[in-house]
């Protein structure tokens, strides 16, 4: 899926715009999200969820199995909720015990999986799988927020809707795994099934059914310590509570490592805001449906609070933002002449608001566009297999490179600044990490994210070959660069598929290329620690099981919280 130009001669945004990190670092989730997609498919397929085994003691440990029916197939999750010491329960990745561990089953299981999985699935990485096993994740408490709601709905109230906005979660997952590690079902397995051909579909699912588990799990615990006064948690308290995530380095090489793939996320989204930027009769229903919409952002972002200095300013900025959006559209719908409406209102936020309050604002313009935007959540994965052309003279990859790598020559490695750093897998948990080049050791394992460096290195050795040589003999004599001279074909075909900027540049700041990626999963609420690691929520405003046939289960983006805590039983 190539960008192109919308009926209307509205050309999306170039990817010398896009994929610069400052902006990616500003991104926001949008229609086309895949956990917005999912909804919607399981909202359209009608899919049924239920609890299938519910065996958990007075403190809430045991076994649980959810089971989801699709139109086509069944998928369980497998839950074991386990007493963790208070000292033991970290978000780092180093934990070896967690308050819950979970493992997505293709199928229903037979007995003899849930007890087989009991001894494997709390090991987690140490566990042993099977190919019916297709996503593994764990997940600790938000011990304060989980204790405050189960207290609350233990003696007949409901929690309070400001302590639960200002946490968003009851509990967080700290690793979902899928995609064949440790030997479970590898993507290949079930990329065909149209309910999970999705990208991360299936470890999506995972967290959304983790999120009814914390449900039943703090009315379960309450009914237990008080069943003459107990109440339910209040439905609308429950749909603006999400999952949390801790997300850090292992992450970000993944926008770098599938190039088309990432093309394919980002030319989606170009693409469907030129859509809407050619329209040229916007309706007034569409206009009144944007600022509803933008009211509801306005008091979003007004519960968006994080530690984070950086973070802090630009949500101040952004709120400055969302007030002239505000003024600028106050009058709009009443406005004889709405064409290029929505054109006229990007171009004036790109000349004076933000980054985040411009990528706000392309997530609002396209909500009411759902007949021109959904289609594009369709078909975003990728088989990124993608073909290298040996008989390519080397005066055209010269060419190439100019045309579309001129942002990576324009950086001197020369400098020891722009060779800082080197990414490398970590050995005792297979995840992807960064050390500083010059102190530390590994950089002789150095993972190939190094795209700027590597292709000034291939357009050095260029320069000394005939233009009319092929790029088969070139490479037979410089191995090395065989890597890069196919990525550079890839790039010139998807030209969303690159970052640009130095990867290893001892400026570069993977919270960026983080909350770009977790922006395209549909997270929200991003809290940055540092530069190398966030926490964010998930799924916060989704519908719940029992709502997925409302004709407004797609209505959840920008959730706001409650204004007064809610008192029914």
Same mark, same amino acid.
Request: aromatic content about 8%; hydrophobic content about 40%.
């Given at each position: 899926?190539? *960008?192109?130009?919308a ?16 902006? &990616? ?11 917005r ?5 399981m ?8 609890a ?45 015990a967690?308050?819950a ?7 229903v299981?037979?007995? *003899? ?12 990485e ?8 297709l ?21 007949g ?14 509990m967080?997952?700290?690793a979902?795994?899928?995609?064949g590690?440790?030997g ?16 991360f ?27 003459e ?14 999952i ?11 926008l770098?490592?599938?190039p ?9 989204r ?7 930027r050619a ?22 972002v ?14 101040? &900025? ?8 505000d ?8 406005l ?8 006229r209102?990007?171009?004036r ?47 055209? &990859? ?13 950086h ?25 080049r ?13 795209v ?16 009319d040589?092929? &790029?088969?003999s070139?490479l ?13 074909q ?10 640009r900027?130095?990867?290893i ?18 997270a ?7 530069d ?13 099981p ?19 805590a809610?008192?029914s039983?």
């Open positions: 899926m190539n *960008a192109i130009a009926p209307g001669g509205v050309a999306p945004r170039p990817p010398d715009v896009v994929m610069r990190p400052e902006r &990616m670092g500003a991104a926001f989730p949008t229609r086309l999200s895949f956990m997609s999912l909804i919607r498919r909202h359209r397929e009608r899919w049924r969820i239920e299938a085994r519910f065996d958990l003691d007075g403190e809430g440990y045991g076994t649980v199995v959810y089971t989801v029916t699709t139109p086509r197939r069944q998928y369980s999750l497998i839950g074991y909720s386990h007493h963790l010491e208070p000292e033991r329960r970290t978000d780092r990745v180093i934990a070896e967690w308050d561990t979970f493992s997505l089953f293709d199928g299981p037979a007995e *003899a999986d849930v007890r087989r999985l009991a001894a494997e699935t709390p090991r987690q140490a566990g042993r799988y099977l190919a019916s096993e996503v593994m994740s764990r997940a600790n408490k938000s011990l304060r927020l989980f204790t405050h709601v189960v207290d609350s709905l233990a003696r109230r409901q929690p309070e809707p400001a302590l639960l906005g200002s946490i968003g979660y009851l967080r997952t700290t979902v795994y899928g995609n590690k440790f479970m079902g590898d993507r290949t397995r079930y990329a065909d099934r149209p309910e999970l051909a999705g990208p579909r299936a470890e999506l699912l995972s967290v959304y059914l983790i999120r009814c588990f914390t449900f039943d799990l703090v009315e379960h615990l309450a009914r237990r310590r008080n069943p006064r107990v109440v339910r948690l209040d439905p609308r308290l429950k749909r603006c509570l999400g949390g995530n801790a997300t850090g380095l292992g992450m970000a090489p993944f770098i490592s599938h088309a793939l990432i093309h394919r996320w980002f030319s989606a170009e693409t469907a805001l030129a859509r809407v329209l040229r009769n916007v309706p007034v229903a569409d206009v009144e449906r944007f600022r509803a919409l933008l009211h509801r952002a306005q008091h979003h007004g519960e968006w609070r994080v530690e984070d200095t950086t973070q802090t300013a630009r949500i101040a &900025m952004l709120e400055d933002d969302l007030r002239s959006i003024h600028w559209t106050r009058d709009a719908a009443s004889p002449d709405r064409g290029a409406l929505w054109d209102l990007y171009r936020a790109a000349e004076t608001c933000s980054l985040e309050g411009q990528e706000l604002l392309v997530s609002l313009m396209l909500e009411p566009n759902a007949p021109i935007v959904d289609e594009l959540a369709e078909g975003l994965e990728v088989d990124d297999d993608e073909r290298f052309d040996p008989s390519m003279t080397i005066a055209r &990859m010269r060419g190439l490179i100019e045309r579309h790598y001129d942002w990576a020559l324009a001197d490695f020369s400098r020891p600044e722009a060779n800082h750093y080197f990414w490398y897998y970590s050995e005792e948990k297979i995840e992807p990490r960064r050390g500083e010059c102190s530390e050791p590994g950089a002789g394992k150095e993972m190939p994210l190094a700027a460096r590597d292709v000034n290195r291939l357009a050095a050795a260029l320069d000394t070959a005939a233009g040589e092929i &790029m088969a070139f037979a004599r410089h191995a090395e660069l065989r890597h890069i001279a196919r990525r550079v890839i790039g010139a075909r998807h030209p969303y598929a690159e970052i900027d130095n990867l540049g001892a400026d570069c700041r993977p919270i960026d290329l983080l909350r770009a990626k977790l922006a395209c999963f549909g929200s609420k991003f809290d940055p620690k540092s190398l690691w966030t926490r964010i929520t998930l799924y916060q405003g989704a519908p719940l029992d709502q997925l046939e409302d004709p407004e289960a797609d209505d959840w983006c920008f959730p706001v919280f409650p204004a007064a809610c008192t039983r």
